[in-house]
């Protein structure tokens, strides 16, 4: 594959700013770090929401359920063993979930393929609807994801959270995330299959009528999406080293597609 110029400069900026941030706890303070990487999260949740809401045209308020599955299972892949026992108080923790134990990397990529299987169950319900409808039954489905991490105490400790997730998300690897996400949604969205999904918001009717199986790349925008989203909230978790059933509730929902909206609809 030949390389234009444009291309060959994104490339040699993306490589002078990972070193730049390989050498910034040197010039940075610990809050500078800290929003820098909020900064990086924020923009692969972003990312995601925008496929889904941005390129596809799904209405989607559930991606708050999708980042607590993120956050929830990278925790309990990075744990020690030791930490869970003494942790889950209320209720032992049950196997495999007590002995499990990965690298930090592998523990984002479980997050985000959970979600994902989440967004697969839901999404062959759900998007059959359109516009506000959709949006109300994603909205629903995220809260009973998070009625379901309070409840699965064996599981996901209940309403007391997790604590003490090592925090592994440094300001390199964030921004190796954020790297990530970008470059392969951008090859997406730039290809057939993009052009599919905006042909799909702009007129799914015609889309339907020349032969494209709307439904099929609905579920595909939306599992992707939903696994860039768990991504994000694997690094959200281990970022703040603590999560709980409140921090996933519509509001942070509504920060993220404000984010999407004051970006642009359908714009990188």
């Known amino acids: ?26 010039f940075l303070g610990d809050y500078q ?22 390129f596809t045209g799904l209405f989607s308020l559930g991606h708050a359920g999708f980042i607590a599955v993120g956050a ?6 990075i744990l020690a063993p030791e930490q869970k026992e003494m942790m889950w108080i209320l209720e032992p923790i049950i196997w495999p979930f007590s002995e499990l134990f990965t690298p930090f ?6 997050g985000g393929v959970a979600a994902a299987i989440f967004a697969f169950f839901i999404a062959v319900p759900v998007l059959r609807l359109g516009d506000d409808y959709l949006g109300i039954a994603t909205l629903g489905f995220a809260e009973i994801i998070r009625v379901l991490i309070v409840n699965a105490t064996a599981v996901t400790n209940g309403s007391l959270g997790i604590k ?29 299959f993009g052009n599919v999904l905006r042909c799909i918001r702009d007129n799914e009717i015609a889309a339907s009528v020349m032969g494209i199986n709307v439904f099929r790349y609905k579920v595909l925008s939306f599992c992707i999406g939903a696994f860039f989203a768990g991504v994000g909230g694997a690094l959200l978790g281990s970022h703040l080293s603590t999560i709980d059933p409140k921090m996933f509730n519509f509001l942070l929902t509504f920060n993220v597609l404000m984010f999407v909206v004051a970006g642009g609809l359908g714009s990188l």
């Not at 929830?72 to 892949?77: E, F, I, K, Q, R």
């Open 1 to 26: 594959m030949r390389l234009n110029r444009g291309a060959i400069l994104n490339i040699a900026a993306m490589f002078l700013l990972g070193c730049l941030l390989w050498q910034a706890e040197s």
């Open 33 to 54: 770090i800290y929003i820098a990487k909020l900064i990086f999260i924020n923009i692969i949740l972003a990312l995601s929401l925008n496929l889904i809401y941005g």
């Open 72 to 77: 929830y299972v990278s925790a309990l892949c």
């Open 105 to 110: 990397w592998a523990s984002v990529l479980a």
């Open 164 to 192: 003490g997730i090592p925090s592994h998300a440094t300001l390199l690897a964030c921004y190796g995330w954020a790297l990530f996400t970008l470059i392969v949604l951008a090859r997406l969205v730039f290809s057939n």
